[in-house]
């Protein structure tokens, strides 16, 4: 293991703020190939320095914000996963969910949970079979409310040619 990845895998799994002699003793490492390397991480937004004098390092964006609304058992949702999701929504014209994960890179029961949850909040639609992004202002809501259905309920709309009123 490099010099550079050693470093990095200590930064990944040290959850408290530490400094290049921490790093140091854990790794081996002489306290030059760790200052080098830490100022590196900190241009890349890996780490940030929380502290001057002494230099102390936590990793960046360690806590995570979830919104804590349930919708399945242990599920929680990511309003800047929600947002990615949108915006391949917006990028193409999507009609199936299975078109969406690969897109997107999640799998298709991710994608469903997170249309249902964005219908039902009134942010996504679907048009002509198309799935459509309506307002992003209610994405902080997401899982607040979840129609159980309102996919499949949708796609009935479009069969008959009719399509939800928004107001």
């Known amino acids: 293991m490099t010099d550079d990845k050693l470093i990095l895998n200590f ?4 959850s408290k703020p530490f400094n ?6 854990f790794t081996n490492l002489s306290i030059r190939t760790v200052t080098e390397q830490l100022l590196t991480l900190m241009e890349n937004q890996v780490i940030k320095q929380i502290e ?21 058992k242990g599920w ?11 915006d391949v929504l917006e990028q193409s014209r ?15 029961q991710w994608v469903y949970i997170y249309l249902e949850a964005l219908a039902s909040i009134e ?28 996919l499949h309920n949708l796609r009935s709309l479009n069969r008959v040619g009719l399509q939800r009123y928004f107001q």
Not at 53 to 72: E, M, S, T, W
Not at 125 to 145: A, C, E, H, S, T
């Open 52 to 72: 001057d004098n002494p230099p102390i390092y936590v990793k960046a964006n360690r806590f995570q914000a979830r919104i804590g609304y349930q919708h399945y």
């Open 76 to 86: 929680t949702f990511s309003i800047a996963d929600a947002h990615k999701l949108l």
């Open 11 to 14: 930064v990944n799994q040290y």
């Open 20 to 25: 290049a002699e921490t790093i140091a003793k």
């Open 123 to 150: 942010v996504v639609d679907l048009r002509q079979f198309v799935y459509v992004v309506i307002f992003r202002k209610n994405v902080p809501k997401i899982g607040r409310k979840i129609q159980k259905g309102i």
């Open 94 to 108: 999507y009609k199936s969910i299975r078109e969406i994960a690969h897109a997107i890179g999640k799998s298709r």
